[in-house]
């Protein structure tokens, strides 16, 4: 048993954080491949090494995927002081350089000297697809930078090529990443690119990107949806995230036939950002004007938002309470009440007992009290029959109603004289649970 105690804290040694392992970098000028200033590590890498991500076999290792600025060709370099089969036999290492070749196209050198010779390919290389919009950046050591964002698609030639590299970055900082089938021509990219001047001339740097898919919505519309969203490590913070989503949903609101503009699984990093572009977008709308945002939710804002901004009903609803904030003042406490009395509505308005019902209304709507022989008070167990609407609910349920004889038992603490939508949700957790989970409401 020590043997092996020893055995594992030996091999200990060789298991490596492949985080911190490997290395990235955009590089634009020779002498960057030195600098450790310029390189930039993983935020994940389970998706090649497991939960961990750790590699085992490998001290001092060091993995290093280097990007000329523009065009993303690449370097790919695996270096370590020791492998584990130098010192023991029977132990195999991790295939890195088998795992990482897995998701870098071909074409890439593991050369230093032919990298550097093609920087200066780099002048030719231009950004893909149509410019939508120019902004500029203050930087404080280089002084006003100029950004362009461009619409491409994959029939711009050299585009698929470019998107496979650049692609491998959603591996590193995107915890649930995937490519994508870039052969679909229903996908839209949009591109960030970076001016900067080298020798006298004026170069492009890759600073992020977005995949859009359009859906087909019936009869004749389309209903974008971001796929992913990156901006590379060494220009976040900077704004350029809200520019690119501003600047696409501005493309889009241009497109009749667009219905609205959503996201698949969205982080919360994501919904962070698009509430503050969403904000800004709508605040210029007279249907949010700041004489009208005290006097609530409005059928106007959702036409409004819809119809000049394709955002949708839920999102419309987000950014009115992000934007009635934002001119309600909290210390004052009427203001406060209403602000909170809102909210509220919106939060309880699933559960409330209107006009028509709601799923789990109509189940407790056909549900009446039934005296209990066996209870001498208003106190304790009260029985339910299920008297109507028994054809209208879920196949699973009318099963559980007849075998219970359309009956339904339900402890209460306390005599139940009225109805209320508390009770409903109470009814229709306890009833969900007894029907193996399956929600009702």
């Not at 350089?97 to 998701?103: A, S």
């Not at 461009?150 to 585009?159: E, M, Q, R, Y």
């Not at 809200?242 to 994501?270: M, W």
Request: aromatic content about 12%.
């Amino acid at each position: 048993m020590a043997a092996l105690n020893t055995m594992e804290k030996k091999l200990a040694e060789y298991k490596c954080d492949t985080n911190e392992a490997l290395s990235l970098k955009l590089v634009r000028f020779p002498e960057d491949v030195d600098d450790d200033g310029t390189t930039f590590h993983p935020e994940y890498s389970h998706q090649l090494f497991g939960d961990d991500e750790v590699a085992f076999g490998y001290k001092g290792l060091q993995i290093q995927l280097f990007y000329t600025a523009g065009n993303l060709s690449t370097l790919f370099k695996v270096k370590y002081s020791l492998k584990v089969t130098d010192t023991f036999d029977c132990v195999e290492p991790d295939d890195i350089e088998g795992k990482i070749r897995g998701i870098i196209p071909a074409g890439f050198t593991s050369n230093t000297d032919d990298f550097v010779s093609l920087l200066e390919k780099e002048a030719n290389f231009k950004p893909f697809g149509t410019l939508l919009h120019t902004y500029t950046v203050h930087n404080e050591e280089a002084g006003e930078l100029t950004y362009q964002i461009h619409k491409a698609d994959i029939t711009c030639p050299g585009f698929q090529e470019y998107h496979e590299r650049l692609q491998t970055f959603l591996m590193w900082f995107i915890e649930t990443a995937s490519f994508i089938d870039s052969d679909d021509d229903r996908w839209d990219f949009f591109l960030v690119f970076e001016k900067y001047n080298k020798d006298g001339e004026t170069l492009y740097a890759t600073v992020g990107y977005m995949t859009v898919y359009n859906y087909y919505v019936y009869p004749d519309k389309t209903r974008p949806r971001v796929s992913q969203m990156l901006i590379l490590p060494p220009f976040q913070g900077e704004g350029h995230g809200a520019q690119l989503l501003e600047a696409v949903h501005r493309f889009y609101c241009g497109l009749p036939k667009v219905q609205d503009i959503t996201a698949e699984d969205p982080s919360e990093n994501y919904v962070k950002l698009r509430d503050f572009v969403l904000s800004k977008l709508c605040q210029s709308l007279p249907a949010f004007a700041v004489d009208k945002l005290p006097l609530g939710f409005s059928d106007e804002m959702v036409k409004e938002a819809q119809d000049k901004l394709k955002i949708n009903k839920k999102h419309t609803r987000r950014v009115y309470e992000i934007l009635r904030l934002r001119v309600t003042d909290m210390s004052d406490e009427e203001q406060a009440k209403e602000y909170r009395l809102e909210v509220k509505r919106r939060l309880f308005g699933p559960y409330r007992v209107i006009g028509h019902f709601s799923a789990s209304s109509r189940l407790v709507g056909c549900l009446l009290p039934w005296p209990d022989p066996c209870c001498g008070c208003n106190r304790g167990q009260h029985i339910y029959r299920f008297t109507g609407g028994f054809s209208t609910q879920p196949p699973s349920l009318r099963a559980f109603l007849k075998d219970q004889g359309r009956v339904l038992k339900y402890d209460f603490s306390a005599p139940l004289r009225t109805i209320t939508p508390w009770v409903i949700m109470e009814i229709c957790q306890k009833f969900s649970s007894q029907i193996r989970g399956r929600i009702i409401c």
